[in-house]
């Protein structure tokens, strides 16, 4: 039947550290296959054959299963299809193509590992090469980040601004070279060819021609290296710990809107199915989970309100993830493969582990490092500014009652009105409600300012500038005034909390505030920045801080988390063409 293939040149690589043995071999197929509907349609076990001077070994089995139709709820009906499970041992790669199979990525992990990102992500780059696709994914573990980012050009790398790209992973690049073009998955070790189908001669041959240029990689410095670099986990994890983690399901989503995912699943305890929603497991993206250690140090509990079995567990060569509820959760693809979530989520890697070195990331099932972060300390600190009198600011808002008609001279509102936003034609205060900033301020035809502020009783406080940062990150998308404003112009127009302080606070009227607001965004060279005001950070501590912490002398404990909420904010801007200026106390 080998002679009746016809499939894509598309496959998994894997590099062989423990012998294939034909037990194993034997071992694998029931595992992919333990679904089929009676007896082989075709099987060929380690049979040795060449082709143009290669030899390979090859095991290809071809079975009948039976699947619900997927535009039908789930009754008596199922429909008969194909799948196949093609195994290919070349020198020490273990190539994969499979179609219906089941999960049995757990066996094969005992015997294969992925190619390392440093070879996969750059074998086919030569200096002619040109970039045509690129994902990427964020090493920042905040909810209000671009997570993921999918670029497109005819040649990426001679347009693509590196400034921000160390904090950033790559999970899949599309190549062109001269006589073709290439899909790498980096994070699934995935190669594929574009072209037309092949027949079992010809994959074999492109399977040899991809592990010879393996082998004869030699590493080079090119554009990949502007990215996070990735750390060898082994010797890198005893010195980690984790301190917190983040859920990307973001892809599974895409899976399902594009087809690749069918439905999803949900076996309880009892016995009894239902379909879930991906609404309903996108609510574990929504926060940053905190870690903490249990009785096993190999093993941490990983805080959350949807599944409290939720684990990770540091293995030696991966962190993965445990829970019984995930395990009971089916990803059923549209080829008929069944994965259970907890199975796709580590195999996929789409989750983020941070620890206590503010450098390290675990993602896409490796270890990487921000190699930019710590260098780019004296960066950073230049979007700090400092004023005098963010001293004696007593509160944010002051207290407010009724009768008042301003706010109280030591708040930060009142001292925004009075010593930042001067250089403002119109300066609006957008606090509570539907608020974009906790007030808008523009001069016709030049800038647009949203300025945020923070007041606490707690220095030098990482928490307190969490929430500012989220709130900035999060209001950012609002520096869009071509929207209808008529909502945001009707609740300018009323007072302040239910008091006698007028929200539009400099310029004439509520009506020509919104419209030269709109002019103003519509100018050519107009400039968009986000300020932040607080009270509970001063410039020249956090500047011995992160001194110290670059040159690894002891620092407070959430001096890492300040540099990282700063690094996100400060990268996010740069990408949305935004200004950022943050006051502090000097």
């Known amino acids: 039947m080998e002679n009746r293939i016809n499939i894509t040149e598309n496959a998994y690589f894997y590099l062989i550290h423990r012998p294939v043995s034909r037990r194993l071999i034997d071992r694998l197929i029931t595992e992919a296959t333990d679904h089929k509907n009676g007896n082989f349609v075709y099987k060929n076990i380690r049979e040795v054959q060449s082709e143009r001077g290669k030899t390979f070994t090859t095991t290809f089995v071809v079975f009948k299963y039976l699947s619900y139709p997927s535009f039908l709820t789930r009754g008596t009906e199922k429909e008969i299809k194909y799948g196949y499970l093609l195994l290919i041992e070349y020198g020490s790669y273990l190539i994969v193509s499979k179609r219906g199979t089941n999960d049995f990525s757990k066996l094969l992990d005992l015997y294969v590992s992925e190619l390392p990102y440093e070879t996969l992500a750059k074998f086919r780059v030569s200096a002619d090469t040109l970039f045509k696709k690129l994902s990427v994914s964020s090493v920042e573990v905040s909810k209000n980040v671009v997570r993921r980012q999918q670029v497109e050009a005819d040649d990426i790398k001679g347009i693509y601004s590196t400034v921000t790209s160390s904090s950033k992973v790559v999970n899949s690049v599309r190549l062109k070279n001269t006589d073709h073009e290439t899909a790498i998955a980096v994070s699934t070790s995935r190669i594929n060819q574009f072209g037309k ?73 009892n016995g009894n199915s239902r379909e879930l929603s991906i609404a309903s497991l996108l609510e574990l993206n929504d926060h940053c989970h905190a870690v903490n250690p249990t009785a096993d140090p190999k093993v941490f509990r990983i805080e959350n309100k949807t599944d409290k079995s939720l684990r990770l567990r540091i293995n030696p060569k991966s962190i993965e993830l445990q829970s019984s509820k995930l395990g009971r959760i089916d990803i059923c693809y549209a080829t008929g493969e069944v994965q259970n979530l907890r199975s796709y989520i580590s195999k996929e890697g789409l989750f983020l582990v941070a620890f206590n070195n503010s450098e390290i990331r675990y993602t896409a099932k490796a270890l990487y490092r921000d190699s930019k972060l710590l260098g780019n300390i004296d960066y950073f600190l230049n979007f700090i500014h400092t004023e005098a009198f963010l001293a004696t600011a007593t509160s944010e808002k002051g207290s407010i009652t009724p009768a008042s008609a301003a706010f109280d001279p030591t708040c930060l509102f009142a001292m925004i009105e009075s010593n930042l936003a001067t250089d403002c034609d119109y300066l609006m205060c957008d606090d509570l409600g539907d608020e974009w900033a906790d007030y808008i301020g523009f001069r016709k035809n030049n800038f647009i300012r949203f300025y945020h502020a923070k007041a606490s009783d707690k220095i030098f406080s990482a928490s307190a500038f969490h929430d500012l940062v989220a709130q900035a990150l999060k209001n950012i998308g609002h520096f869009d005034f071509n929207k209808d404003l008529t909502a945001k112009q009707a609740s300018i127009t009323n007072p302040y909390s239910n008091c006698g302080i007028n929200r539009l606070r400099k310029g004439d009227t509520v009506a020509n505030c919104m419209r030269y607001l709109k002019e103003t965004y519509n100018s050519p060279n107009v400039e968009k920045e986000v300020v932040l005001v607080i009270n509970f950070l001063s410039k020249a501590r956090l500047t011995t801080e992160l001194t110290n912490l670059k040159s690894g002398a002891a620092t407070a404990r959430q001096t890492i988390q300040l540099l990282w909420q700063l690094s996100t904010l400060i990268c996010a801007c740069i990408e949305k063409g935004v200004k950022l200026k943050i006051i502090t106390k000097p």
């Open 197 to 269: 189908k092949a027949v079992f001669a010809g994959f074999c041959w492109w399977v040899a021609e991809i592990c010879d240029a393996i082998d004869s990689y030699v590493p080079a410095t090119n554009f990949i290296d502007n990215f996070a670099e990735p750390l060898p986990f082994a010797t890198t994890i005893t010195s980690l710990t984790p301190v917190s983690m983040l859920f990307n399901l973001y892809q599974l989503a895409d899976d399902i809107s594009t087809g690749v995912v069918d439905k999803i699943i949900y076996n309880s305890r």
